[in-house]
């Protein structure tokens, strides 16, 4: 199956549900991969690109977070007074240019972020917190599940960054493509669960609605694999574009719904807006 095409022909073909019932299983399948793989791929592309965003990007809220700051052989220098707690209206943009949705963490005012570049800690930490130490990232989701990323392995280059809205840019675009790896890693789990939950939704929602009783789970199933591909295309277009709605998939799952129930009827021999009997619905 020719992938753009499908995409193309199960959205707007009336026809391509009856093809669709004789499709093997292994091309399905490859054609779910491919819808998760090219939606991280671009998803991903798009927030690296965005990043340095004169509006939208992260570069501005990067220097406010760390002025008066800068990485030297991978040790962490810090001009001011440590420990320090950077106000959440510069740290979770950040968070959520990164996470690639907005709401990360709410309307909380906890930044969750702690840089304190001292050799000692004489203060008690609620987690779940990032703490900046002089050569390491720790997050500490607990008080027993620490993790500790020193800054020569959380960057691509930690021999010395100056937090100057020049250099960081400039840092963004010449290793966009470790920042891409690192971003397109976590965007495949996330379509992969996003997909699969649109579908296993929509075979539910078809299946216990289903006006021809002889269709199993499994048709219902199938049909939606294809038509996902609203959501699809949907988040393609709305991460192109940098702009982040909470309610983006309430929307295309509304618009994947009248594709799946087209779908149904189509694959049953009746087209829309015909009633015909009840026996036209059996496949």
Same mark, same amino acid.
């Given at each position: 199956?020719?992938?753009?095409?499908?995409?193309?022909?199960?959205?707007?073909?009336?026809?391509?549900?009856?093809?669709?019932?004789?499709?093997?299983?292994?091309?399905?399948?490859?054609?779910?991969?491919?819808?998760?793989?090219?939606?991280?791929?671009?998803?991903?592309?798009?927030?690296?690109?965005?990043?340095?965003?004169?509006?939208?990007?992260?570069?501005?809220?990067?220097?406010?977070?760390?002025?008066?700051?800068?990485?030297?052989?991978?040790?962490?220098?810090?001009?001011?007074?440590?420990?320090?707690?950077?106000?959440?209206?510069?740290?979770?943009?950040?968070?959520?240019?990164?996470?690639?949705?907005?709401?990360?963490?709410?309307?909380?005012?906890?930044?969750?972020?702690?840089?304190?570049?001292?050799? @000692?800690?004489?203060?008690?930490?609620?987690?779940?917190?990032?703490?900046?130490?002089?050569?390491?990232?720790?997050?500490?989701?607990?008080? !027993?599940?620490?993790?500790?990323?020193?800054?020569?392995?959380?960057?691509?280059?930690?021999?010395?960054?100056?937090?100057? !809205?020049?250099?960081?840019?400039? @840092?963004?675009?010449?290793?966009?493509?470790?920042?891409?790896?690192?971003?397109?890693?976590?965007?495949?789990?996330?379509?992969?669960?996003?997909?699969?939950?649109?579908?296993?939704?929509?075979?539910?929602?078809?299946?216990?609605?289903?006006?021809?009783?002889?269709?199993?789970?499994?048709?219902?199933?199938?049909?939606?694999?294809?038509?996902?591909?609203?959501?699809?295309?949907?988040?393609?277009?709305?991460?192109?574009?940098?702009?982040?709605?909470?309610?983006?998939?309430?929307?295309?799952?509304?618009?994947?719904?009248?594709?799946?129930?087209?779908?149904?009827?189509?694959?049953?021999?009746?087209?829309?807006?015909?009633?015909?009997?009840?026996?036209?619905? !059996?496949?």
């Amino acid at each position: 199956m020719n992938f753009f095409l499908t995409i193309h022909r199960s959205i707007f073909d009336l026809q391509f549900y009856k093809e669709a019932k004789i499709f093997k299983k292994g091309s399905i399948f490859a054609f779910f991969l491919k819808q998760v793989f090219f939606t991280a791929l671009i998803a991903s592309s798009a927030q690296v690109y965005y990043l340095t965003d004169p509006q939208r990007g992260i570069v501005e809220n990067v220097v406010k977070v760390f002025e008066g700051m800068e990485i030297k052989n991978g040790i962490l220098h810090s001009s001011r007074e440590v420990p320090l707690i950077p106000s959440s209206a510069y740290v979770i943009p950040i968070l959520e240019q990164f996470a690639g949705f907005p709401l990360f963490l709410g309307d909380t005012e906890d930044s969750l972020f702690i840089i304190d570049t001292s050799s @000692y800690i004489n203060y008690s930490i609620r987690p779940p917190v990032f703490l900046l130490r002089a050569d390491r990232l720790e997050i500490i989701v607990n008080e !027993k599940w620490i993790m500790n990323v020193p800054y020569t392995k959380l960057l691509p280059s930690a021999d010395n960054i100056i937090f100057s !809205k020049q250099f960081i840019s400039e @840092y963004i675009r010449k290793y966009s493509l470790f920042f891409l790896m690192q971003l397109f890693l976590p965007n495949i789990f996330m379509f992969l669960m996003l997909l699969t939950f649109s579908i296993v939704f929509l075979s539910m929602a078809a299946f216990f609605f289903r006006v021809d009783r002889t269709r199993s789970f499994k048709q219902h199933l199938r049909m939606a694999i294809f038509a996902v591909t609203p959501i699809t295309v949907g988040t393609i277009l709305t991460a192109v574009s940098g702009v982040k709605l909470s309610w983006t998939w309430h929307v295309l799952i509304f618009l994947s719904t009248i594709v799946m129930f087209r779908a149904m009827l189509i694959s049953g021999g009746v087209t829309p807006g015909n009633s015909g009997d009840d026996n036209d619905f !059996k496949s």
